[in-house]
């Protein structure tokens, strides 16, 4: 939820933290801080405000700071206590040994604050991270490794912490329990993250620490313990990313950017796990077909747009008579169900960063019961990703924009996949609606293209309907879950009240909201259900509530039903929600544009949440 940048080395470390900050400045952005080191003496700066902020303060530090070799840096979104600078990081403990910046929540904050005020140390901050500052100083009597020892044993919740002692030059201390973190080193410099992303233009191979594991940067390397203070032999994990996909180039907004990449995060799907006319999963799905074949249930978990992704799954393995218990959960719910475990059980945990805490935490549960698990998730090397023994890696490449894109497209790219070879294994899917759904699979990319070509019309009905004091987004069966996804981005980008809703749940209580002044965004593919959904859309029109169809292509009668239409390719049912997302996302982009909306980083939102 927040970024943290570390750096040790003999390079300027203003300029690499500062940058490194920039490039997580979606993790967290309501407040940042550096803490640079001039021999023994550490200078603190912070601000409330964005990292481009922070840049002009730190221009004004002292020359010998603008030339420091160490530091450490951090990009807050505010969990405890206010957004101020005081409450920014990095924190000092009240002798001023111990610089701190943090990423999690210390459960146990109020106890640990509780007793160190009682031995007389005082606090400055209304932060939980201030706690772990404090108690670390406290602890502190020159070993560094007994003293981060015993802070990881007091500490309740989860945390990524990394720490600078002020009589130890060089050295930069990191410990992670819940909250990622990422180190790498390259010549005579070492690097710590949150994100990977911030550290692809120094080396692609990084080591990803694991759950109870600290480690200590040196100019020279990277040393790795246990909580336990035992020494570990870690290696390296390659991450094939380039630093320019993480580079918004001529575009805007990030967010533009990674919707017109998903024509291309399909191709490289479609090419990795398909055979012409077939699905061809084995050499990435790491599960003998004898146990798939023994599996009576599968649970699908997720959170957010990646639930609503799996939404999609099951509705395709719905769609093709699928012999098996399936179900759908948010994982801060199913986490904390007593849900049906064990050898007849699979489980598909879909995480965009793979560090999602109720998803992570969701595995776990399941882990425990003995189900069979499979992970999706777009970062090699992330939690999901070396927990999980079934890895399913998206091709979307890094995403920057914290409105969830392309990597939803990968993502129900490889579910319908893995759905389909599943149902394979099983011997329940046809011949013939294998090659029908990879046919039409095959053709998505080109209609992704012809739908971007067309921003202009989608631009024009966003400026149109910015106004309106609010959105439905209406459909049926394959289109509902998308219909979530269609409200969801108008919310998390534009700010604006948007509701999604079965088509045939209208009467029941929503269509008593609507007037001339509410928008319908109505999801009408050409199928078996079209006449109902139109009966739908009808009662809505009779309420004078204004009506956009997404539609297909030839469906001319479309546009007596409607103020305005968008046509899109004619493709197999199951597969009309892949191209109805790009206009929904153009839509909720433009109308976020056109009410000058800080699109790539909206408020109250971080990319990952890594905390419950």
Request: with cysteine; aromatic share 6%; charged share 25%.
């Amino acid at each position: 939820m927040c970024g943290i940048m570390g750096y040790v080395g003999s390079g300027k470390a203003s300029g690499i933290i500062l940058n490194g900050l920039a490039r997580q400045e979606y993790r967290g952005y309501d407040s940042t801080g550096i803490a640079l080191r001039c021999d023994k003496e550490i200078k603190n700066a912070k601000i409330v405000g964005r990292v481009s902020e922070l840049v002009k303060l730190v221009e004004k530090m002292p020359r010998e700071y603008l030339e420091a070799r160490s530091g450490i840096g951090h990009t807050r979104w505010a969990t405890h206590g206010g957004v101020t600078v005081t409450n920014a990081h990095p924190h000092e403990s009240e002798d001023g040994m111990v610089i701190l910046v943090h990423n999690g929540i210390i459960e146990n904050s109020r106890e640990i604050r509780a007793d160190l005020e009682g031995r007389g140390i005082k606090f400055k901050t209304e932060t939980d991270t201030e706690a772990a500052c404090q108690l670390l100083a406290h602890l502190y009597k020159g070993d560094a490794l007994a003293a981060m020892t015993e802070l990881a044993r007091s500490l309740a919740g989860a945390f990524a912490l990394v720490i600078m002692f002020r009589d130890r030059p060089d050295e930069i201390w990191c410990a992670r329990r819940g909250s990622p973190l990422v180190v790498a080193n390259s010549d005579e410099a070492s690097y710590c993250a949150s994100d990977p992303t911030a550290l692809l233009e120094f080396t692609h191979d990084l080591f990803f620490l694991e759950e109870g594991e600290m480690a200590v940067l040196k100019p020279g390397g990277v040393s790795f313990f246990g909580f336990d203070g035992v020494p570990r032999d870690k290696a390296p994990i390659h991450l094939s990313w380039d630093s320019i996909m993480a580079d918004k180039g001529q575009y805007e907004h990030f967010m533009r950017k990674e919707i017109g990449e998903q024509p291309d995060v399909m191709r490289l799907t479609i090419d990795a796990h398909t055979d012409v006319t077939s699905v061809s999963m084995e050499k990435s799905l790491n599960l003998p077909k004898d146990i798939i074949k023994r599996i009576r249930r599968i649970h699908l978990v997720a959170c957010g747009t990646s639930h609503y992704a799996t939404l999609l799954a099951w509705n395709i393995m719905e769609s093709l008579d699928c012999e098996i218990e399936a179900s759908v959960d948010v994982a801060s719910e199913y986490r904390y169900r007593n849900v049906h475990g064990g050898d007849d059980t699979l489980a598909i945990f879909v995480s965009q960063s793979g560090e999602t805490a109720d998803t992570l935490a969701a595995a776990r549960l399941a882990r425990s019961k003995g189900t069979h698990c499979i992970a999706i998730t777009n970062v090699r090397g992330s939690t999901i990703d070396r927990e999980v023994e079934n890895t399913l890696l998206s091709l979307a490449g890094p995403e920057i924009g914290v409105a969830a894109t392309k990597t939803f497209m990968g993502q129900i790219g490889l579910l319908a996949l893995l759905v389909m070879q599943i149902l394979k294994d099983r011997g329940v899917l046809s011949a013939n609606d294998e090659a029908r759904i990879i046919g039409s699979m095959r053709t998505l990319p080109a209609h992704m293209d012809s739908i971007l070509e067309r921003e202009g019309e989608i631009r024009a009905l966003a400026e149109k309907y910015a106004g309106s004091r609010g959105f439905f987004f209406i459909g049926r069966r394959e289109c509902v879950p998308l219909t979530m996804e269609g409200a969801l981005k108008l919310k998390e980008i534009a700010y604006l009240p948007s509701e999604a809703y079965a088509a045939g749940e209208m009467k029941h209580g929503p269509i008593a909201m609507l007037d001339e002044h509410l928008l319908v965004v109505a999801l009408v593919p050409n199928t078996d259900l079209r006449e109902k959904t139109l009966s739908n859309v009808a009662e809505c029109r009779a309420r004078n509530a204004p009506i956009l169809l997404i539609s297909t292509e030839g469906d001319a009668e479309a546009r007596e039903h409607a103020d305005d239409v968008i046509y899109l390719p004619s493709v197999e049912r199951e597969l009309f929600p892949f191209l109805a997302v790009i206009p929904l996302q153009l839509f909720a982009y433009h109308v976020a544009r056109t009410l000058k909306r800080d699109i790539d980083m909206p408020r109250n939102l971080a990319k990952s949440v890594t905390v419950e």
